[in-house]
């Protein structure tokens, strides 16, 4: 079993529709969570970064942790298809690790207008 | 502007040859990584460095070497023993552990 998983997709939808997207993992000691955002031959560029459990927004994107249930999400709102990418989940338990994040597969979304 | 620069963009290798991956980095980041992208597999980390003159493997590092000799500079040298070395590379730094990622915009080689 991998340390994360995350939906490959591909997730299609249409312009203004809200999108989900989830991690779930295995490892307790992860507190660090992050969403990446990657569009085709790119590298990829932190969207959101959180600290613990909780809730983080930013514009339309919120990111949600529930340590408990051990999943992430990532809540896009009125996609655009500008939106249109991979996006990878990340976390890391910290120090000892060697700050080492572990990637979720990625999960390619298309907004289609 | 501080980033992460990768050259080359694309690299094309022969059977048997080596060849390196340049990484540079003006961020004044302690830490830096490399992870191999292939479709449907996500990101695999080749080899990481937290200060200079310190790397530690990563899950896939055979067929890889690495140098950190600068605290910018962080090149991969992919050998001929590494079988199957046709993907995206992927070099990034951090501030420190727990902290996200800058990525550089990644170099494709492929085996000709």
């Known amino acids: 079993q991998k340390e994360v998983e995350q939906d490959p997709g591909p997730l299609s939808v249409p312009e203004g529709a809200i999108v989900s997207l989830n991690c779930t993992y295995s490892?307790?000691?992860?507190?660090?969570f992050m969403w990446y955002r990657q569009y085709s031959r790119k590298g990829p560029e932190l969207l959101m970064y959180?600290?613990?459990?909780g809730n983080k927004e930013d514009g339309r994107f919120t990111a949600q942790v529930d340590k408990s249930s051990k999943y992430i999400s990532l809540f896009i709102r009125d996609s655009q298809p500008s939106d249109s990418a991979t996006y990878l989940c990340?976390?890391?338990?910290?120090?000892?690790?060697?700050?080492?994040?572990?990637f979720g597969q990625g999960t390619e979304l298309s907004v289609k207008p | 502007d501080g980033g992460i620069t990768q050259s080359p963009k694309y690299l094309f290798r022969k059977e048997g040859q080596n060849v390196t991956l340049s990484c540079e980095q003006n961020?004044?980041?302690?830490?830096m990584y490399w992870y191999r992208q292939d479709p449907g597999q996500g990101l695999r980390l080749i080899y990481y460095?937290?200060?200079?003159?310190?790397?530690q493997k990563g899950d896939i590092a055979e067929g890889y070497s690495v140098s950190r000799e600068k605290k910018e500079s962080f090149p991969l040298t992919v050998t001929s023993a590494q079988k199957n070395p046709t993907a995206f590379y992927l070099c990034?730094?951090?501030?420190?552990?727990?902290?996200?990622?800058?990525f550089g915009s990644g170099t494709r080689l492929t085996v000709v």
């Open positions: 460095s937290q200060i200079v003159n310190d790397f």
């Open positions: 961020l004044n980041h302690d830490a």
């Open positions: 959180t600290y613990s459990s």
């Open positions: 990340a976390m890391s338990a910290g120090a000892g690790q060697g700050g080492k994040l572990i």
């Open positions: 990034a730094s951090s501030i420190g552990l727990g902290y996200g990622y800058t």
């Open positions: 490892n307790s000691a992860f507190q660090y």
